[in-house]
């Protein structure tokens, strides 16, 4: 589905995941702006392509979980929450 380069380096596994969730963002605001996902199945139809790529090219992410907290200095109005 997508097209991807090879890099050599220590960064190359970051680079080509950034790549990677740049062309699935730029992919989704395409056909989103073009009126492609015009209902909540097509849109979850979407994602599970994403998923399917996602996961063969990283299968190491499979069970990737992230938490996020917000810490001292954490000002919900500076970020208008």
Do not use: C
Not at 15 to 25: D, V
Not at 29 to 53: C, F
Not at 54 to 66: A, D, K, T
């Amino acid at each position: 589905m997508f097209a991807s380069t090879s890099q050599d380096g220590p960064h190359r596994g970051l680079t080509m995941k950034s790549r990677f969730i740049s062309e699935i963002h730029e992919d989704f605001v395409e056909r989103l702006e073009a009126g492609e996902i015009d209902s909540e199945e097509k849109k979850e139809m979407l994602l599970d392509i994403y998923r399917e790529e996602l996961l063969e090219r990283f299968p190491e992410w499979e069970n990737l979980q992230v938490s996020v907290v917000a810490g001292a200095g954490f000002e919900p109005a500076a970020f208008r929450l």
